[in-house]
Every structure is written in structure tokens, then in C-alpha cells.
């Protein structure tokens, strides 16, 4: 028994990943479920849009640099005890040069001149933390990882917002309450991650020579492979807004919660076993280090996944009564986007093994793909306005799944 424990629960860092990013979502779900009760629809609406502008921002900035520099800087942490500047220097030339294009593009989005102030800095931290919590799994443990990301920033951010609205009602006291716990994460981040791997700085100047067109070009190509579905999150709140009204962002904001229940129970397994995903050569990627790797994520995942689909199909009505009383209607939405969920399961294990392993040899054509689907599907409500905005919503989260997966296995059928 004890070698069962140690074997599939202890030791296995995927599932180690799963409950620590667990504790943040159930945070963030509360929250989600007090902001939805206390704010009013167009607040909450517009607390929606932010929060998932924020989300894109920060992950096309960060231009997936935490997962091409994941190889290069394991060796220069654990063992050299250094930290490379040039990955620095990258990540933050990277960070400065997306931050100018978001400021144009937030003021159109949000029309207002505070709301574009505070984004900037939120996204500039949100940055921080994202990579140095990707790079602390370099020695594989997962501890600082979890605290920082998915304990102590939504911690902070619950209890800011809590006391936030009841002090003043509205959309604006959320923002400044995101800024207040991404300074304090992004601080005790940097000061924690110095001390775990006894890292030394002796510079902290920023270098253009170290600056890699090549990583950098790399870097936006897995953004459009991953982006899909961070920009769905985003144009399905701001455009359906504009199509539906208010009250269909609410509600999209809400099934995106129980979507990223999913997305959670999987990213989060499959992040934690990252340092194990990623072959030091290519040719340890074979089909069956492939396959043994996916059945291992798949059996550690679809035991949690499954059993929220089944309490949701029979519990759908109570869910909703307890944390969204005023959006119960939506009840039987609620569980065909869980087997949206299923479907995550099943399909993102193959992507991601590729992915960590730069073996996408087709991202050009399953960018294109993938995008095309993406435009038309947003022009649908346009050209033809009787089309069911729920239905739009469960298309849109489902397509770039489909496109991804279908060139996942023609990736997959090339390795030998």
C-alpha cells in the first residue's frame, strides 16, 4: 500500500500539480460566485472582459518563453547555480515590445484611460510570475510553483476583492485589487525563487545583443498554436457582448469557470509533468515514450474529470442554485460544456507532448487552420442572426480542440 501511495500519489507530479492548482481554482470560483452575486450585470460583465484581457495579454507577451527556455535554464539552476541573463533579457525585450501594442489595443477595448493604466502593470507582474513559477519546476518539485501561482496570488486576490466591494461597489475596486495581490506575489516570487535555487545576480542589466530573433519567432508560432483558445476566451466575452448584450457575457464568464474546471484538471497534470514530458534529446522522443506518457497523464487525469461530469449531470441544478442562484436557467448549458471538458481531456495530452518537445512540424498550416475556423465562426451571429447564442458558445469553445487534436495525430503518426 505504501509503495501504491508513494508510486501514484506521492511521487507523481502531475497529480501533486492537479491539487495545488485546485486550491487557487476553488478560490477563484467563490470569488467568480461572491463578484456575480454582489456586482451588477454590466459590472460584472465588464470584470469579465478585463479578467480575460488580462489572461490573453499576458500569455501572447510571455510568448511561451518559459517553455523554450525550460531546457536551457534546468541545467543552469540546478547545477551551475547561475541565472542566464540572456533569457532575461528575452523575456523582458519580449514583455516591452507586446506591452505597446496591448496599450492600443486596451484603450479601444475598454474605452477608458485608467482602466488601459492599471493593465499595464498588472501584465507586466502577471509576467513575472507566470515564468518564474514554470522555471522553479526545473529541479521537479512543484512546491514554490503552487504557492505562488495558484495559492498565494488567489489568497490575496479573494480577500482584496472581498473587502474591496464592500467597501466600494464596482468594477474598478476589482482592478485595484488585482494590482494590490499580483505587486505582493510577484515580490515574495522573486525573493522565494532566489532562495530555493541560491541563485546569484551580479548584474541586472538588460542587453540587447542576448536578444533571439530566432526564440522570439519560435515563440509567437507557439502562441498562434496555443493563442486559440486564450483569444476565444477573450472575443467570445467582448464580441458577444456586442451581439448578445450583457447578460450572455455573464453568463459565458460563468460556464467558463466550470470549462476551466477542465482545462485545470488536465494543464495542471500536464504542466506537472512537464520536466518528465521534455526529452534532453531527440531521440528519446519515440512513440512509445509517447505513448507510455499520455496513458500516464490520461490515467491520472480521467478519474478526477470524469467524476465532475458525473456530479454536474446530476447535480447541475444544485450547483448553480449554490454559487449562481440568478443564472440557474442555464442549467442543462452547464452540462454540455462539461463534455466539452471531456473532450480537453482526451485531446490536449497529445498536443502538449509535442509542444514541450518543439516536434509541431506543421504549425504554420494548423495556425492557418485553425484561425480561418476561428474568424468564421465569429462573422456567424453576423451572417446569420437567428443562429442560438448558445450554441455559438459551445462551437467556439469545441473547434480549436478539433483542428488541434486532428493535426496532433498527423504529428504524431510521423514519429517513429
Known sequence: MKRLFNTYIKNNLGLINLFGKSFGRVFFLLLISFLAYKLSVKDFASFAIFWSSLRMFTFYAANNLYIIYFNKIRDSLTLDKKWPLKISSNIIITAIFFSLIITIVSVFIFDDVITTILIIPSLFLYIIIRNLSEFAKVDNSLFLSIFVED?????LFFVFSVVGVYVYNGFQIIVIALLLSLIITAVICLVLFKRKFNIKINTYKINIKDFSISDFKLGINYSF???????SNFAVRYLGQIYFGDIFVAYAHIMYQFYNVFTLLTMSVISGFQSKITV????ELNK???NKMYLKIIKTISPFVLSVIIIIIIFNTQIL???FPKYIEYNTLLVKVSFVGLLFLLIQPLVFILVYNNRFANIRALN????FIMIVLYLLPIINKEFNQQNWLLVVMTSFMVVQGFYAILNYNKIR
Open 368 to 371: 492557418f487552420s485553425q484561425y
Open 151 to 155: 495559492v498565494l496570488f488567489y489568497v
Open 225 to 231: 498554436l496555443r493563442g486559440n483558445e486564450v483569444l
Open 321 to 323: 442554485t449554490w454559487f
Open 280 to 283: 534532453k534529446t531527440q531521440g
Open 288 to 290: 512509445t515514450f509517447f
